[in-house]
């Protein structure tokens, strides 16, 4: 059984949140959690982010796949045909034009999980008290970093920190990167855009994920709270997917 909940917080210093978060769930029920960071002027992002979310998540609905191999294949194709649905939305309204997403998503399977995203946003995973984080980053930064230009403190502080290298939206060429791993009772999967990640540390997140009597929800809402006491600086978004076998549910 999965437990799924999210939170999403507009932060301190941002007029608007284009940050989207939704969970759904399949004919099999399977659950898919989703999590977005637009980009673009305007409304742009906000447009692009909610589009990437509720088209994926309608389409998954309608599947009764309850294999991962098999929801890759299908994911592949979505992930293309909507970064070719924003495009045309971008060229029909002027202030959309140049609008695009970040998205990590995670489907929770009886024994396997599968991992996908486009740009920075991130997926995590808990497990025995560790946690790990399952993506990289498709960011200028970390190009840099992975060819040794820079130091993973200059990173942190970088001026380009902000250029994506892939997103939905934006360019005609999509190529999603995709992860399959094991499930483990008791496994928590985290995903999240960066405004959670330029405010904490992978070890603040994992002391706040740490069983300590609070719910998954408590969980999910100081991971914002203490985000937004750091600063806000950005939107922030958090999607926690925990994979405990609970009793009577």
Known sequence: MV????????????????????????????????????????????????MAVNHLGHNFMMTD????????SWLSVQLKAENDNILRTATKFADLNGMGTTIVLAIIFADQALIAHLGDSRAYLYRDRQLTQLTEDHSLVNELLKMGQITEQEAKNHPQKNIITQTLGVSSTVDPEFSILEVHTSD???????GLTNSLTDEQIQTILVPDGHSLKEKCKKLIDEANRLGGGDNITVCLLDCSEKEGQ
């Open 65 to 72: 796949f309850c294999e991962a191999q098999v929801a890759q």
């Open 188 to 194: 928590i999967f985290l995903l999240c855009t960066d």
């Open 3 to 50: 437990e799924a909940t999210y939170f999403t917080s507009v932060g301190k210093v941002r007029k608007t949140n284009q940050d989207f978060v939704k969970t759904f769930k399949n004919r099999n029920g399977i659950i898919m959690g989703v999590v977005c960071d637009g980009i673009g002027g305007h409304q742009g992002g906000d447009v692009a982010s909610n």
